[in-house]
T-cell receptor
Framework: KAGVTQTPRYLIKTRGQQVTLSCSPI?????VSWYQQTPGQGLQFLFE???????NKGNFPGRFSGRQFSNSRSEMNVSTLELGDSALYLC????????????FGSGTRLTVV | DAKTTQPTSMDCAEGRAANLPCNHS???????VYWYRQIHSQGPQYIIH???NNETNEMASLIITEDRKSSTLILPHATLRDTAVYYC???????????????FGQGTELSVKP
């Protein structure tokens, strides 16, 4: 059974540019969540999507956005990149019901220069 | 969400049991205790979860006190590959339907030494 797949694994962007990251959840998982991990702030929740709808959002500026497609695949976009956006971006998927564990992907390492 | 408190770091000798404590004194009756670990530069990996009873799986055992205010994750025979940051998270039973926001603390950095 394939795990959560995130692409690309590594990315270098210039300040002011925008970036799109992709996440393919485990087959059958309908919920996809995104997290940002930095050395200073640790793991922080960005947002969660279910059935193409954003159900929850963390405390991040509007430059961070996302969407989910009908096949449950999700993308997140960061516009007008800042140096502080350099981080490991993690995606997690979960089953539709019950307190099932959230399965994380390996992440996308974004470096803004 | 209930907050958790974990020691910042711990050492364990290879082959010995690693016992990682977690305090969650404000946990409510409909909240589960979950444990994840993160090996350097990888995504967090699910280990085990429980509500009231002790749980065991192929990776670890989870001991929850009777008052549910604390728990201990036990890795029975730690190996070098168990070196990681271990996160204890309290998750509301209906979290999925609330738009699943996991709140990670700083976790415990476990170093397994030869």
């Amino acid at each position: 059974k394939a795990g959560v797949t995130q692409t690309p694994r590594y990315l270098i962007k210039t300040r002011g540019q925008q970036v799109t990251l992709s996440c393919s959840p485990i087959s059958g998982h309908r919920s996809v969540s995104w997290y940002q991990q930095t050395p200073g702030q640790g793991l922080q929740f960005l947002f969660e999507y279910f059935s193409e709808t954003q159900r929850n959002k963390g405390n991040f500026p509007g430059r961070f956005s996302g969407r989910q497609f009908s096949n449950s695949r999700s993308e997140m976009n960061v516009s007008t990149l800042e140096l502080g956006d350099s981080a490991l971006y993690l995606c997690a998927s979960s089953l539709a019901e019950g307190p099932a564990g959230y399965t994380f992907g390996s992440g996308t390492r974004l470096t803004v220069v | 969400d209930a907050k958790t408190t974990q020691p910042t770091s711990m050492d364990c000798a290879e082959g010995r049991a690693a016992n990682l404590p977690c305090n969650h004194s404000t946990i409510s009756g409909n909240e589960y205790v979950y444990w994840y670990r993160q090996i350097h530069s990888q995504g967090p990996q699910y280990i085990i979860h429980g509500l009231k009873n002790n749980e065991t799986n192929e990776m670890a055992s989870l001991i929850i006190t009777e008052d549910r205010k604390s728990s201990t994750l036990i890795l029975p025979h730690a190996t070098l590959r168990d070196t990681a940051v271990y996160y204890c998270i309290v998750i509301y039973l209906g979290l999925y339907n609330q738009g699943g926001k996991l709140i990670f603390g700083q976790g415990t950095e476990l170093s397994v030494k030869p």
